[in-house]
């Protein structure tokens, strides 16, 4: 994690090898783990603890693991068969006779005397009054593990606990006195923290409960307030540097753009706009995340800031995670644009040579004032002549590098991020601590919730009875289900069949298909059927997931639902309920598990999508909450961002509150947290006074 200072021994610069007992062969095992230098063995932080400590048995549960301290009271008892044994004798422990068992342990039986006293550690079956040995000791041989909380490890090839236990154990010992504290005293003080060499001796090797649950509190919160200290950096160096784009916008010309849309703007949309002109009227670079439910009108509050950008002399770029979803918002803020003359072009991967090369020098000299694309927007041939607006639509889809890239495009563009997956507060912090957030919590007018159901496969026949009452009322359906193919791992439905036996049990019934693997020209031309209303039903993959818009589309089907994530649910439910008709959405499941069961309910229970992302963290976790590495959510090595939220506050207040003090910049009392800012922000510089 971090350096010592200057003229003090660098921990991480000196090789594991120098631990005694780590070979070669041993190092090259520890580097699989992610160790090869004392101060990551060091930092190599027990995921559990193993109790030895002696417990009355009276406080155990049949079927716990106990430890118990006792006196050997019959001769041991050695049984084989099919080549394993089983050892037995009767020990008493707090006045009470029990059968000590031992599996494939056969060595012990001579050490095994009649009035020996023994420790024994293994799973407690009361009715038998029996226990399973997994570990003995003779207290007579000296102090060993009895007592002890011992560390738990992630191990793999031919690393033992023992082995490890014994190298972190020497490595403490010989290097322990080189820990360095990063910390200032203010903020060990202010939340009674222990002394980071305490810590983290103690995290390895606690004496009790309460001390392990110290040690893990003071090395949670500095991983916290480290990880806060960087986003907090950066964003007063942000807020400080005068670089970007003071934009000279006109309220009378964006209340005209507003009032000539085709709907009036709800309340949360048009604080959201003020939100976000507010930043770029300012001379440093907006970096602002707009996040809201879907259908919530986020795509329209990202047109009047390209237009703001554009009236202003500056160009724009929208970058969206798919083609289709591309080339939906060329055509509708084409459409919006034209009125105004701003000139608005479409780069995907699908582009000609030609309408590439065309688009390019277009953009170069200037004469496109917004480009809407995919990944090929940051293409290294991508130049703009005075970018001043990105925004990136679903933004958790594509890596932090690939957003900095396009940000590069520019001279510090303003930044605008759209997200219809809600973030709850805990990843919002968390992830984008050094953003802005606004939110728009609040339905278009006339807009119902969408009704959910969860039926089980055998009730298709009732399915396809709904999909024709929409149909007899002009109304039109999507079918989505998890593969394009038929795949062997997985019993699911897939989309090819399925549209096939659409066909065949509703012939009269015009039937879409739509996946990833079609052409461009095929896809457009399936979607533009289905918007058009040429087709009822649309048979489709999860294509359609992000932002794809047709408010005819009442009915969302989801075949084999308890295979998609709860946050990829709500997306595919937010594909209808776009008009003011009532819209439904029926999953069909027959989940397996307790979290599938849970995620139905959950569908069931809500359509209020802070709710369901919510839930969703609770049940997969901040690692796989947006399905992607790339998306910027931190990896702790001890924090846990559900059960250590309310650290997580505490350390993004600390360290906005120092990174705001004119002292942090200077004083000599912060200057390993600024050495440590140097070497782990890679885009960190001090702001200018």
Not at 208 to 215: H, V, Y
Not at 357 to 379: F, K, N, P
Request: with cysteine; aromatic share 6%; proline share 5%.
């Amino acid at each position: 994690m971090a350096e010592l200072s200057a003229g003090e021994t660098d921990l991480f610069a000196i090789p594991v090898t120098k631990i005694k007992g780590v070979s070669a062969p041993k190092a090259g095992e520890l580097h699989a783990l992610g160790v090869s230098t004392v101060g990551e063995l060091i930092e190599y932080y027990p995921f559990r603890y193993e109790d030895y400590r002696v417990r009355p048995l009276h406080e155990v549960k049949d079927g716990e693991k106990i430890t118990v301290q006792g006196r050997i009271e019959t001769p041991p008892s050695l049984q084989r068969f099919g080549g394993k044994s089983r050892l037995l004798c009767r020990v008493t422990v707090e006045g009470l006779l029990l059968t000590a068992v031992w599996f494939g342990r056969a060595f012990l039986k001579d050490q095994m005397e009649v009035g020996r006293d023994i420790v024994l550690t293994g799973k407690w079956d009361q009715r038998r009054r029996q226990l399973t040995v997994a570990e003995s000791e003779f207290p007579d041989k000296g102090a060993g593990r009895t007592g002890t909380l011992q560390p738990v490890y992630s191990i793999g090839g031919s690393l033992t606990q023992a082995w490890l236990r014994q190298r972190i154990e020497l490595a403490l010992t010989q290097y322990g006195s080189l820990i360095p504290e990063l910390l200032p005293p203010e903020l060990l003080d202010r939340h009674d923290l222990m002394p980071r060499r305490e810590a983290i001796h103690r995290i390895h090797r606690p004496e009790n409960t309460n001390e392990g649950q110290e040690a893990r509190r003071r090395m949670v919160y500095e991983e916290l307030f480290l990880f806060e200290l960087r986003l907090q950096a950066y964003r007063a160096m942000n807020r400080k540097a005068p670089d970007g784009i003071a934009h000279k916008i006109s309220s009378d010309d964006i209340r005209a753009f507003a009032a000539n849309l085709p709907f009036e703007l709800t309340g949360a949309q048009k604080n959201v706009v003020n939100e976000i002109m507010r930043d770029m009227k300012r001379p440093y670079a907006m970096n602002r995340l707009l996040q809201g439910d879907v259908g919530s009108g986020k795509t329209v509050v990202a047109a009047i800031a390209l237009y703001a950008t554009v009236k202003d002399g500056c160009q724009g770029a929208l970058m969206v995670p798919t083609e289709i979803l591309a080339e939906q918002h060329a055509r509708s803020l084409g459409r919006l644009f034209e009125p105004y003359g701003v000139q608005v072009a479409l780069l995907t991967g699908s582009s000609t040579a030609r309408e590439r090369r065309d688009i390019l020098a277009s953009l170069q000299m200037g004469l496109i004032d917004i480009v809407i694309g995919t990944h090929a927007l940051i293409q290294e041939d991508v130049f703009f002549r005075r970018l001043g607006l990105v925004v990136t639509d679903e933004q958790h889809r594509f890596g932090v590098n690939q957003r900095s890239i396009l940000r590069r495009k520019g001279l510090n563009p303003d930044v605008l991020m759209m997200t219809a997956t809600p973030i709850p507060r805990t990843l919002a912090i968390t992830v984008f601590g050094d953003m802005d957030v606004s939110t728009i919590g609040e339905r278009p007018q006339g807009r119902k919730p969408i009704l959910t159901y969860w039926v089980k496969h055998d009730k298709m026949d009732r399915v396809l009875g709904f999909i024709r009452r929409e149909a007899e009322i002009g109304r039109q359906t999507f079918f989505i289900c998890p593969l394009i193919e038929e795949s062997e791992k997985l019993d699911v439905q897939n989309a090819i069949d399925l549209h096939m036996q659409l066909r065949q049990a509703m012939p009269d019934l015009a039937i879409g298909l739509l996946h990833a693997r079609m052409t461009s020209a095929e896809k457009d031309a399936a979607m533009g059927q289905f918007a058009a209303g040429e087709s009822t039903v649309l048979v489709s993959t999860t294509v359609v997931e992000v932002g794809v818009d047709v408010p005819n589309a009442t009915l969302m089907i989801v075949m084999d639902a308890d295979r998609f994530g709860l946050s990829q649910l709500h997306q595919l439910r937010g594909r209808v309920g776009r008009s003011d008709h009532q819209s439904y959405c029926v999953l069909i499941a027959d989940p397996k598990s307790e979290n599938g069961l849970e995620r139905m309910q959950a569908m069931t229970d809500t359509d209020d999508g802070f709710e369901i992302a919510r839930r969703d963290l609770e049940l997969r976790g901040p690692g796989e909450f947006f399905g992607t590495k790339q998306s910027g959510v931190p990896e702790f090595r001890l924090a846990n961002l559900m059960n250590d939220f309310e650290t997580l506050e505490q350390a993004r207040d600390d360290a906005a509150a120092l990174t705001g003090e004119p002292s942090f910049w200077t004083s000599q009392a912060y200057a390993g947290l600024r050495d440590y800012l140097r070497r782990e922000a890679p885009d960190y510089s001090e702001p200018l006074d």
